[in-house]
């Protein structure tokens, strides 16, 4: 699968417990080098230096908000790493300690993505050490830069939905908590009691959300079509009652995942709203869905084409 379908580079290292594993492993390595060892021997760190570490490269790499939600700033970070004037041999030597961290930490063996890392960490080291002359010029509102398969993307608009909320994990985590929501509540549960037992229901539908917002072509590829999933829901005529439940719940199972990031929580519950009205009334009839019928998808800004997603 090529990079452009393959979720985020935080999805394919193997989210949060290979990026500690990277994060300590680079921080031993930094610490045993003769030319890496200073920033780390210099000065007290952390106690939890390489976990606070990993979550900030993990948000960085299309993960959850980890950092900026509980343990600091972009802002923070610069300051503390700006104004040192130019050291390109510690930065070699900071480099040539992740190229042999990824190893040391089993990461897939993916040229693609170690590639991708490689730049990455080279981009973030030079933005964070050599952006700003002096800690006093970094401005209070900076925000925390994200990477994609390609390069730097802008969450404002340029990154996907699907990276931004943590992938394949976070859509799966979030399926199922809208889903055992939905059956505990009585307003809800008729409409999943009505339907055949699917043990993977909760798999197809994160699936399906994923793809929506950005993520990888897997429900397509792996369950059926756009066609098939409102065929299966349209023709019921309207119920708002329900509808409004459901979108209660969606919002209380992004509360339930961890989903912090106000402007992420907005963008999933405009998502959901629009999207349950499109497959649950878009349609009068299941005869009158088309069997070639590919569902818009979802950007930070609202609906796009399949075509720009």
Do not use: K
Request: charged residues 25%; hydrophobic residues 40%.
């Amino acid at each position: 699968m090529d990079a452009e379908h393959r979720g985020s580079v935080f999805d394919a290292v193997g989210g949060a417990p290979a990026v500690l594993a990277l994060a300590r492993a680079w921080h031993a390595r930094c610490v045993a080098d003769p030319e890496a060892s200073h920033p780390f021997t210099r000065q007290t760190l952390h106690p939890h230096h390489a976990q606070r570490l990993a979550a900030y490269w993990g948000e960085m790499l299309g993960g959850p908000p980890d950092y900026t939600a509980s343990l600091g700033t972009e802002a923070d970070i610069v300051r503390t790493h700006s104004g040192n004037g130019p050291h390109d041999t510690l930065d070699a030597a900071a480099l040539r300690c992740f190229v042999a961290a990824m190893d040391d930490a089993e990461l897939p063996d993916d040229p693609a993505l170690r590639d991708s890392l490689t730049r990455w960490f080279a981009w973030s080291n030079e933005l964070v050490n050599h952006g700003w002359e002096h800690s006093r010029d970094v401005p209070e509102d900076l925000r925390l830069a994200r990477w994609g398969w390609e390069g730097p993307v802008d969450d404002r608009g340029h990154g996907t939905v699907f990276d931004a909320a943590g992938g394949t994990a976070t859509m799966l985590a979030l399926a199922q908590a809208w889903h055992d929501r939905c059956v505990a509540d009585p307003v809800a549960a008729p409409a999943f009691a009505e339907e055949a037992p699917d043990s993977e229901h909760v798999v197809r539908l994160a699936a399906f959300w994923g793809e929506m917002l950005g993520g990888p072509a897997a429900y397509r590829e792996q369950y059926g079509s756009d066609a098939d999933v409102v065929r299966g829901h349209c023709g019921n005529g309207p119920h708002e009652a329900v509808d409004q439940v459901v979108r209660r719940c969606f919002a209380e199972a992004l509360d339930d995942v961890g989903v912090t990031d106000r402007r992420l929580h907005d963008t999933l519950a405009r998502w959901f709203a629009w999207s349950n009205d499109l497959v649950n009334h878009g349609w009068e009839r299941p005869a009158d869905v088309p069997d070639d019928l590919r569902l818009p998808r979802w950007s930070w800004d609202g609906p796009i084409s399949p075509e720009e997603a």
